[in-house]
C-alpha cells in the first residue's frame, strides 16, 4: 500500500484487543487522570500501539509520530473505552489516520 507521495505504508494488523490493558486505562481515566496522560504517559494507549506497529518506522513514522497522532485520536480511544465504539471501529479509525499521515517520499 502506498501513501502520499508514493511513501511506502506497511499494512497493519488488527491487534488483539487489550482487554487488560482496557480495564486499567480506563480506571486511570475515571479516577481522574488526564485522558491525554493515559494515551500518551508512560504506559499508555500510544505505547501499547508502538510496541505492536514498529514496523512504521519503514513509512518514516516513529515512536514520537505515532505517539502524536495517537493523541490527536483521542476522543475515540476514549469512546473505545468508555464501550461506545468497538475495538475494531477505533483501530480502522486510526489506521486511516495514520495512512493520512505518512510522510511523503523523497
Known amino acids: 500500500m502506498t501513501g502520499p507521495g508514493g511513501a511506502i505504508l506497511p499494512r497493519l ?3 488483539d484487543e487489550p482487554v487488560f490493558h482496557l480495564l486499567q486505562w480506563r480506571d ?3 479516577g481522574g487522570e488526564d485522558i491525554a496522560d493515559v494515551v500518551t504517559g508512560p504506559g499508555g ?3 501499547w500501539f508502538w510496541g505492536r506497529w514498529r514496523v512504521l518506522a519503514a513509512s518514516g513514522i516513529d515512536e ?3 505517539t502524536e497522532i495517537v493523541r490527536g485520536y483521542r476522543r475515540e480511544i476514549w469512546l473505545w ?3 461506545e ?3 475494531a ?3 480502522a479509525g486510526l489506521v486511516g489516520r495514520i495512512e493520512r499521515r505518512v510522510p511523503a517520499a523523497h
Open 45 to 47: 494507549v500510544a505505547g
Open 64 to 66: 514520537a509520530a505515532l
Open 85 to 87: 465504539r468497538t475495538w
Open 89 to 91: 471501529q477505533c483501530c
Open 28 to 30: 486511570r481515566v475515571l
Open 81 to 83: 473505552l468508555a464501550g
Open 13 to 15: 494488523h488488527l491487534p
